[in-house]
Each structure stands twice: as structure tokens, then as C-alpha cells.
């Protein structure tokens, strides 16, 4: 398990740059429909459904984002170090 970690940390950096790119796509999309929710919509159970799944997507998409932004800072500082 570590050692399939440790490779896929070592790997190609744009695709830990796209799991970044998504996730904060993914976490703006949710902020934006809470700010949406805040003061376009009636106060109706609907409204509370909405807010839920945008809360959702922005946690996801915060998890997916970090995810990413990690990955590439820790590939970065494993390359740092086994370079000669």
C-alpha cells in the first residue's frame, strides 16, 4: 500500500494538478450556489435541499482539492530529495 503511494505521489504532476483543478471547480461551484441560496431563494423546504447539496458539492470538492494540492507539494519534496 505505501509503496503504491509512494508511486503514485512520484508520478505525473498534471494529473494531481487536475484532481486539484477539479476539486476546485467542484468547491467554487458549491460556495456559489450557497451564496445563491442565501439571497435568491425563498425560505421553503426546497431551499433547504438546495443548501444541503451545496454543501455537499463544496465538501467534496474541498476534500478533492486538497487531495490534489498535497500531492503535488509532497511529489515536489520527494523529487527535491532524490534527485542527485
Given at each position: 500500500?505505501?509503496?503504491?503511494?509512494?508511486?503514485?505521489?512520484?508520478?505525473?504532476?498534471?494529473?494531481?494538478?487536475?484532481?486539484?483543478?477539479?476539486?476546485?471547480?467542484?468547491?467554487?461551484?458549491?460556495?456559489?450556489?450557497?451564496?445563491?441560496?442565501?439571497?435568491?431563494?425563498?425560505?421553503?423546504?426546497?431551499?433547504?435541499?438546495?443548501?444541503?447539496?451545496?454543501l455537499g458539492l463544496s465538501?467534496?470538492?474541498?476534500?478533492?482539492?486538497?487531495?490534489?494540492?498535497?500531492?503535488?507539494?509532497?511529489?515536489?519534496?520527494?523529487?527535491?530529495?532524490?534527485?542527485?
Open positions: 500500500m505505501a509503496r503504491r503511494v509512494l508511486r503514485w505521489l512520484e508520478s505525473d504532476p498534471g494529473q494531481k494538478f487536475g484532481i486539484f483543478a477539479v476539486g476546485a471547480i467542484l468547491l467554487m461551484l458549491g460556495l456559489c450556489g450557497l451564496i445563491y441560496a442565501e439571497h435568491r431563494l425563498p425560505d421553503t423546504p426546497a431551499r433547504r435541499d438546495f443548501v444541503l447539496l451545496a465538501a467534496i470538492g474541498g476534500v478533492t482539492a486538497l487531495v490534489g494540492y498535497l500531492g503535488l507539494s509532497i511529489g515536489r519534496i520527494l523529487k527535491f530529495f532524490r534527485d542527485d
